[in-house]
């Protein structure tokens, strides 16, 4: 199975002035695999460390974090030479053991030449236990497989290649191909188990069933999110979340019988879990985005759009055989989709527009940077003319052009500058932008 995110980890192994490094994402997202892979192909010696595995390891850290004298510690008990350069070693699970996170900066002051990395969920809990080794460590972002990299694990490296470079006409025959298996896709989502059991199988119920694993899995860690959150109330927002993918979060929507306040901590938890991502509102614009954003008016998008499909119980029949993908679900599917593309690829916060004014609300899907602009787009089917949302925003900011992903081929219209992209080449977008043919 290729990752693009592999190539930051061999990146970061050649890399001269390297520190410690922090893989950070949900769960079962394929942190431990990756760094597996590494070490097969370019270390002559691998310690891991799993502190969920062995919790005795723990116990190396509750007193004197000398690094020298933890590699020797290691070196003893697991019979694995620790040599600078030729040793990868890995904290796997490491929020289990906060200490440990807070050695990284003593790894990086006296054994800069040793290669470490740490991989973890739920680390955000763990932080306020101890004192992060800011400066002292390289965090890197693991997400869900993207599209591309679902057609790349289906052997279809052809099709793989048009969904992850510029931006360029498709045949139609190709167009279709697309379409069908980015259906597909939809359903088993992009986490690595279930794409490994759908390319193994061909069956869509046993990729499924690895979904209801992973989601009883996220249910059953609820437990350690004790004592901050009440774990009846996540319960209920976790699958509140999932429904309310690209609407406006309202706390009281997304569980009853508890307090604002408990229902928010809830969401908040999820969010540090990185099973929730918040897609903050701007009604002004002005870069950098993050300056005019709300912290109090925001949608969502789910950490995966198979597993969203799950939580919601989505009839996966009605998707394989729903005419138009935009329809499917009132569209939520299709937003959660390029909320997910945009994420992964540019692993960045995730925005829209959005205005409150007497009898006339309006709200563009997504804003994305690209070359120190703000491009808007939206996620819809339908002619220019219903568009209203986002001609009243290219009317009030001009942008340099206006994207809307849908169902259908490429089309430009050239003297508004808005441009109609299949929803597949959502995360070329994302990394290479567009480039508008000159009038």
Not at 153 to 178: R, W
Not at 297 to 303: M, P, V
Request: neutral net charge; glycine residues 6%.
């Amino acid at each position: 199975m290729e990752r693009y995110v592999f190539s930051n980890l061999t990146d970061w192994v050649d890399r001269q002035r390297r520190k410690p490094l922090l893989l950070r994402g949900a769960r079962q997202v394929g942190k431990t695999w990756l760094i597996e892979k590494l070490a097969r192909e370019r270390f002559e010696y691998y310690l891991k460390v799993d502190f969920e595995e062995n919790s005795e390891l723990v116990s190396l850290f509750s007193g004197d974090l000398n690094p020298q004298k933890i590699c020797s510690e290691l070196e003893l008990r697991t019979g694995i030479d620790v040599i600078a350069g030729k040793t990868l070693l890995f904290f796997d699970e490491i929020q289990v053991c906060p200490k440990a996170i807070t050695a990284l900066r003593y790894f990086y002051e006296k054994m800069p030449d040793l290669h470490v990395v740490a991989a973890g969920s739920l680390l955000e809990f763990a932080y306020s236990e101890i004192s992060f080794p800011v400066g002292r460590i390289q965090s890197l972002e693991v997400h869900p497989l993207i599209f591309s990299e679902f057609l790349l694990a289906s052997d279809y490296k052809k099709a793989a290649e048009i969904c992850n470079k510029q931006i360029t006409e498709v045949p139609d025959s190709v167009h279709n191909f697309l379409l069908d298996q980015l259906r597909i896709y939809w359903l088993v989502g992009g986490m690595p188990e279930c794409i490994n059991e759908y390319v193994k199988t061909k069956s869509l119920k046993q990729a499924l069933e690895v979904q209801d694993e992973i989601c009883e899995t996220y249910r059953l860690d609820f437990n350690k999110y004790k004592p901050k959150t009440d774990i009846t109330c996540l319960n209920a927002v976790f699958s509140a979340v999932a429904a309310n993918v690209g609407r406006q979060i309202k706390y009281t929507g997304l569980a009853v019988d508890f307090t604002i306040p408990t229902i928010r901590k809830a969401y908040e938890s999820l969010v540090l879990a990185r099973i929730a991502k918040k897609v903050k509102s701007l009604s002004s614009i002005g870069i950098p985005l993050e300056v005019h954003a709300s912290d109090k008016r925001f949608k969502n998008i789910f950490l995966d759009i198979g597993l969203m499909n799950r939580v919601m119980g989505i009839d996966y029949n009605e998707a394989l055989n729903h005419k138009n993908l935009l329809a499917i679900y009132r569209g939520q599917l299709a937003e959660q989709f390029v909320g997910q593309e945009f994420a992964t690829s540019t692993n960045n916060q995730l925005y829209y527009w959005a205005r409150d004014a007497k009898n006339s609300n309006a709200e563009v899907d997504y804003l994305v940077v690209l070359e120190g602009k703000v491009v808007p787009v939206e996620v819809k089917d339908g002619p220019s003319g219903k568009l209203r949302s986002l001609h009243l925003y290219r009317e009030t900011y001009q942008p340099p052009y206006s994207v809307v992903f849908h169902s259908g081929p490429k089309g430009i219209l050239k003297k508004e500058k808005i441009a109609f992209l299949p929803l597949y080449l959502a995360g070329a977008f994302a990394k290479f932008g567009l480039e508008l043919p000159k009038e």
